[in-house]
């Protein structure tokens, strides 16, 4: 089986736009198969429909088609709150029309612009045009965005639509590792092997953090906490680094030679996906907490809990051993994250490795407006246990 590039790891790139403007013929086109089902029927679209590939000049994509924005029928509200949902995750947006009422258009282009969002407007079905030029000189001075013409039926203008997609590409080029290591550096990462790492396989972030160990030239050594002093003991000066399951973090700083740096995947996850200082400073809020406080753990996947599952089992019981038996604590996964946050004392999010970046810091950014301390598993863990001031974070 060829390996594919997670789709935490893919830019997103959302289909925006009116019922029958051609959102699902273009993913269709773009995708070089049939991946939606297409209708001259206004709502055939009815869910976001997702489909990884690799879009030209920007490498490994996902493309997200949504109901239109107009869809005034029974489910309609659920719908538009689910393509408001895509709208945390997407890195570009597409915003579909056909005409130059496009009252509505505007509406969503504001919306991603608030999100800091780049937008590529793209007047589909050209080729029933009379003016072009007009109606493309119209919508540009309307949206101020860039605007191309295209017929995702005829394939009219889809190359210039790549290439204006491929020019809202983010620049920053982030690593997991970026300034704890460098080329030749041994590090040495400590993976427990338990339930929430299935037989033959190891858990994605361990994969990413070694594949990029391994693209940066430096040398990556593997052990469980139990071979961990084993390890240690065969090589002959000590590591550069030393990266840590969260859950072994007491056991690993016993073990930790006094010249290694140690940190774990869940902080440098949280540095790659999120902000790693505000959730040091929300950490901060532990002070705070009581028996009759409420905490809310948010989990990207949606797996089935395990018995030692570290954000519905582990976290819970020690966060419950310390401020007493009463703390309400509130367990959310996948999509389901509250629009509403003030009700808790603290947000505890994990390592997010199943979600993109934008889609952490949208949820990192609801937490700060509403004025709600927000921290990682990674982050808590270490300050649980005292030695978050030993490990490094940034």
Same mark, same amino acid.
């Given at each position: ?25 273009? @993913? ?67 915003? @579909? ?10 509406? /969503? ?66 690593? /997991? ?89 869940? /902080? ?27 905490? @809310?753990?948010?989990?990207? &996947? ?47 999010? &994990? ?44």
């Amino acid at each position: 089986m060829t390996p594919q590039t997670p789709a935490s790891e893919r830019i997103h790139i959302a289909l925006l736009g009116r019922t029958n403007a051609g959102k699902s013929t273009l @993913l269709n086109c773009l995708a070089g198969q049939d991946v939606a089902i297409v209708s001259e029927r206004a709502g055939t679209t009815t869910d976001p429909v997702q489909k990884s590939m690799e879009f030209p000049g920007l490498g490994a994509a996902v493309i997200i088609d949504t109901p239109g924005l107009d869809d005034n029928t029974a489910l309609g509200k659920e719908r538009m709150a689910r393509t408001a949902k895509m709208l945390d995750k997407t890195d570009i947006a597409i915003v @579909l029309i056909t005409n130059d009422n496009i009252a509505t258009e505007l509406g /969503i282009i504001q919306e991603c612009r608030i999100r800091e969002i780049p937008v590529v407007v793209a007047i589909n079905q050209i080729d029933r045009v009379e003016n072009r030029e007009a109606l493309i000189a119209k919508v540009k001075a309307a949206t101020k965005v860039d605007v191309v013409a295209i017929s995702a039926t005829t394939g009219e203008g889809i190359e210039s639509l790549r290439e204006a997609v491929v020019r809202c590409r983010p620049t920053e080029e982030r690593l /997991i590792t970026e300034g704890f290591c460098k080329a030749g550096d041994r590090v040495l990462l400590v993976m427990p092997q338990d339930k929430s790492a299935p037989k033959g396989r190891l858990i994605q972030p361990q994969v990413q953090t070694i594949r990029e160990l391994l693209d940066r030239g430096c040398v990556p050594i593997c052990c469980t906490p139990d071979r961990m002093a084993e390890a240690l003991a065969s090589l002959q000066t000590p590591l550069e680094l030393i990266i840590t399951d969260s859950q072994a973090f007491n056991e690993v700083y016993q073990l930790k030679p006094e010249a290694s740096t140690l940190t774990s995947f869940s /902080i440098l996850f949280a540095r790659y996906k999120g902000d790693i200082a505000l959730f040091t400073e929300g950490v901060k809020a532990l002070k705070n907490i009581t028996e009759s406080s409420r905490i @809310l753990i948010a989990e990207a &996947c949606t797996h089935t809990p395990q018995n030692e599952d570290i954000g519905r089992v582990k976290l819970p019981r020690i966060l419950r051993k310390r401020f007493g038996e009463g703390l309400h604590i509130d367990i959310v996964g996948g999509a389901d994250y509250p629009d509403d946050l003030t009700p808790y004392d603290l947000v505890i999010h &994990c390592g997010a490795c199943m979600f993109n970046r934008k889609h952490v810091l949208s949820r990192v950014e609801r937490a700060r407006q509403q004025g709600v301390a927000i921290t990682n598993y990674g982050v808590i863990l270490a300050a649980l246990t005292g030695i978050l001031d030993r490990v490094r974070t940034q």
